[in-house]
């Protein structure tokens, strides 16, 4: 291991010889990093490596167990996070903490909602910050709108309002780009750029390396909770990154597309799908085949799967499972559960998993009657199949005794897949299956998928990340203003194809 230091100047944010321990569990070791003024810096490592609880260390949400964190050479309290507020630092979480009832203007003043005499909430002076926040990143939205009515990107962008309005002088983004097109990440960049060029130091964490090498000027890797190697970003190749990243060398023959792929009979089945965001769509899944469906945020592609397994009410149309030659409609998502659809969702913290229930007892919910004995659940079984299933997917580390909340995002997402591989599906539908996820559990869960298809499962896609579109898709159904714009399969499908009919042609702009 080595680390590479050669800016001049002293850093705005360092960190010396941090470790944290839960328990017995050693989650960072021994690792050093600094930002400096007008730096972007990036952290990147697999999933349970370590960065976000260094990052939470550095805004003084944890305290190391050993190591310090100074901030303009001075002693930053840990586990004082208002403290960390005052030194200028300022941290954009990867899952939103925004408050869906209250309003944007309310939401990025929270915390420091400016008052004038006995106590009154100054309404003046909170738009007045808000929007000079808004303005500062470039982006439109009424300040009067509550939360919930925002698309997801929309919501991001407040978030970073919110950490901007504060003026901080150190900016942490943990995976800022999960949920945005590839025009809104285009323009978030640009956006820390120019913050960057301004004196601002910033630490960007993110699972996908073009942006790292498109923003960053220094990276530091970590695995396993230690320091592999921190140098300036043109030091590596994206490969070499990767590989310090896993430790191995990936397998990058999964990279390809499946060839000769002959899918068997229609599974899933939908006619004339209507609903909020949806306006009579057709769409069929075949045994075998994974299907994608591309499109800009908010093109209405979550809310067609939702639709079509039930989760959301239809206003129009029919969607059925043919299996085994028996065709049974789907008029509610219980009953496309029990007849053998799965449903990975987007947002899996508040849709797939319940995050105070441990693993274990995640990974068996919707397979309680293949656990039961007469109707009793069979403990020593459900272990063994937790346990099993959690090695399957990697979990990292597989202690199925843990609440699911403990764990990082992306470890989350694979005790998502985990309880529906127990399903053994006839039926998947993966709503953004791998955003959050680090480059070696993504192609493991390319893998599964794959393998899912290759042993008889209608795989059904949506992704807003294109070389993953693209990579698993046999075909792909592009949806635009919640119709499906048009079709392209493997052979003809590149980025430029899928985007033209995703954007009619033109660029989309935050707003």
């Not at 070791?29 to 007008?38: N, P, Q, R």
């Not at 007469?374 to 597989?398: D, N």
């Not at 791998?434 to 059904?460: C, F, P, Q, S, W």
Request: overall charge negative; aromatic content about 2%.
């Amino acid at each position: 291991m080595e680390h590479e230091q050669t800016h001049d100047g002293a850093p705005v944010i360092e960190a010396t010889g941090i470790v944290k321990r839960f328990g017995g569990a050693v989650a960072v070791d021994g690792v050093d990093i600094a930002c400096f003024a007008g730096e972007v810096h990036a952290l990147v490592g697999e999933n349970g490596a370590g960065k976000s609880t260094l990052m939470r260390i550095l805004a003084g949400i944890l305290t190391p167990t050993e190591g310090q964190v100074l901030v303009d050479g001075r002693p930053l309290e840990g586990g004082d996070a208002k403290a960390s507020l005052e030194a200028g630092i300022s941290l954009v979480h990867q899952e939103l903490s925004l408050v869906p009832e209250m309003t944007v203007a309310e939401n990025i003043v929270l915390g420091f909602t400016p008052t004038r005499g006995a106590g009154f909430i100054d309404r003046d002076e909170q738009r007045r910050i808000a929007q000079a926040a808004l303005d500062e990143i470039g982006v439109r939205v009424d300040l009067d709108e509550p939360v919930a009515r925002l698309s997801v990107a929309l919501r991001q962008f407040v978030e970073i309002a919110r950490a901007i309005a504060r003026q901080p002088r150190v900016l942490i983004l943990d995976e800022p780009t999960a949920t945005l097109t590839p025009a809104e990440t285009d323009y978030l960049l640009a956006m820390l750029q120019r913050l960057a060029d301004r004196g601002m130091a910033i630490i960007y964490i993110s699972h996908r390396l073009p942006e790292i090498f498109a923003l960053g000027d220094r990276v530091t890797i970590l695995r396993d909770g230690q320091l592999v190697r921190a140098c300036a970003i043109d030091e590596l190749t994206s490969d070499e990154m990767v590989d310090l990243m896993v430790g191995r060398e990936l397998k990058r023959e999964l990279e390809t597309h499946r060839e000769d792929v002959e899918p068997g009979p229609v599974v899933l089945c939908a006619r004339g799908i209507t609903a909020p965001g949806v306006d009579g769509v057709d769409l069929d899944v075949r045994a075998g085949q994974i299907v994608g469906l591309g499109g800009l945020v908010g093109a209405g592609r979550t809310e067609l799967v939702r639709a079509i397994i039930g989760a959301d009410v239809r206003t129009g149309g029919t969607a059925t499972m043919t299996i085994d030659g028996e065709t049974t409609d789907i008029r509610s998502y219980r009953q496309a559960v029990a007849n053998g659809l799965a449903y990975v969702p987007e947002e899996r913290r508040t849709d797939g998993l319940a995050l105070t229930m441990s693993v274990r007892d995640n990974i068996a919910l919707p397979n309680r009657r293949r656990l039961s004995r007469l109707s009793v659940l069979r403990r020593g079984r459900i272990r063994e199949f937790a346990m099993e299933l959690a090695h399957a997917v990697e979990l990292r580390p597989p202690v199925i005794t843990a609440d699911v909340g403990s764990y990082s995002g992306g470890n989350q997402q694979k005790v998502v897949l985990a309880k529906w591989l127990g399903h053994e599906p006839s039926v998947i539908v993966l709503d953004e299956p791998t955003r959050g996820v680090d480059v070696g559990a993504k192609a493991e869960i390319h893998r599964l998928v794959r393998e899912l298809a290759e042993n008889g499962t209608a795989v059904l896609v949506v992704s807003s990340d294109l070389p993953e579109l693209l990579e698993l898709s046999d075909v792909i159904h592009v949806v635009r203003d919640g119709r499906i714009q048009g079709t392209l399969d493997s052979s003809e499908a590149d980025e430029s194809a899928v985007m033209r009919l995703a954007a009619s042609g033109e660029a989309e702009v935050p707003a």
